[in-house]
């Protein structure tokens, strides 16, 4: 599975950007998906993923009411729609995918690094 992001770059406080993720091959089947993101000098950190299947989202704490995850299957594309952004949103955005063997993690783990095995080589968001 590759995974291939795209829409990063640098934007003023305030403003808007729309990141997609493109997978090789179909991971959506009854699984999710997440978006990652780590700043120079701090950990990864998940920001926001959806099931696949119900497309139910969830967000971190720190985006909650600004980032906005979609997908559209027949795709194979996720999307993060990240509005007001702050310079704390500042970051390499990767996009994350589960092997198939794996099952679906409960919401309180879903946006933990550990329960995936794929990810893409990241784009770049840049807020200043």
């Known amino acids: 599975v590759q995974l291939v992001e795209s829409g990063g770059g640098s934007v003023q406080p305030g403003g808007s950007l729309r990141l997609s993720c493109v997978a090789s091959?179909?991971?959506?089947?009854?699984?999710?998906m997440t978006w990652f993101r780590q700043a120079p000098g701090k950990e990864r950190e998940g920001v926001a993923a959806?099931?696949?299947?119900?497309?139910?989202?969830y967000y971190a704490d720190s985006v909650k009411g600004r980032f906005s995850m979609s997908q559209d299957r027949a795709k194979n594309t996720v999307y993060l729609q990240m509005e007001n952004l702050e310079s704390g949103d500042t970051a390499l955005y990767y996009c994350a995918a589960q092997a198939a063997f794996r099952a679906i993690p409960p919401k309180t783990d879903i946006l933990d690094a550990l329960e995936y095995d794929y990810w893409g080589q990241g784009t770049q968001v840049t807020v200043s």
């Open positions: 959806i099931y696949t299947g119900p497309g139910n989202t």
């Open positions: 091959s179909d991971v959506f089947i009854n699984s999710c």
